[in-house]
């Protein structure tokens, strides 16, 4: 019996001795792990920036939102440095200031939605000067449509002062 206690001490201190080495391997081990995890995360959240850009520009230069722009910022300013309210004898220039007004507040509501985050800040950064544009020649048309409707376009308005403090920044 002797003998097998013998072998059984010396099994005891080999185990001792490698508990530390086996922890240190494990260890390394379970690094990669989360290192290979963190690259993933990493390159998914990218791609869905990447893909939230591209949605995003592609809403701005779709054909119908480029030609409401268009009018919004010439024929529509035309009318406003003249006084008029064009908005109650043109029902085109309405539906355009209206189309334009609501999908500068959907992008409006995507962006403050996820908070400033990369793909805002370039937004704001390249499309801003067009945005101030827009919504200073709108500014008597959207105090109209709050007459009814208090909340109107609130988002555009909120895109409208988050791409004014970038352009005082620059």
């Known amino acids: 019996m002797n003998e ?26 379970a690094l990669r792990q989360v290192q290979t995890a963190s690259q993933q995360v990493d390159a998914a959240l990218q791609e869905a920036q990447t893909t939230k850009l591209l949605k995003i520009l592609q809403h701005v230069e779709e054909q119908r939102i ?34 334009l007004c609501a999908s500068y507040d959907h992008l409006g509501g995507i962006i403050k939605f996820d908070g400033p985050d990369r793909v805002g800040q370039y937004f704001l950064e390249r499309w801003g000067e067009g945005i101030i544009r ?26 409208f002062e988050q791409a004014a403090s970038i352009d005082k920044n620059n």
Request: zero cysteines.
């Open 66 to 99: 480029q030609d409401a722009r268009h009018l919004v910022l010439t024929e529509i300013r035309r009318q406003e440095e003249e006084g008029k309210n064009w908005w109650e004898s043109n029902e085109r220039l309405q539906r355009a200031a209206e189309q």
């Open 4 to 29: 097998i206690d013998l072998w059984l001490e010396r099994l005891y201190w080999i185990a001792m001795i490698s508990v530390p080495f086996l922890a240190i391997w494990a260890g390394r081990i």
């Open 134 to 159: 827009a919504h200073t020649v709108l500014e008597r048309f959207l105090a109209f449509k709050r007459k009814s409707a208090r909340n109107s376009y609130e988002d555009f308005t909120w895109l």
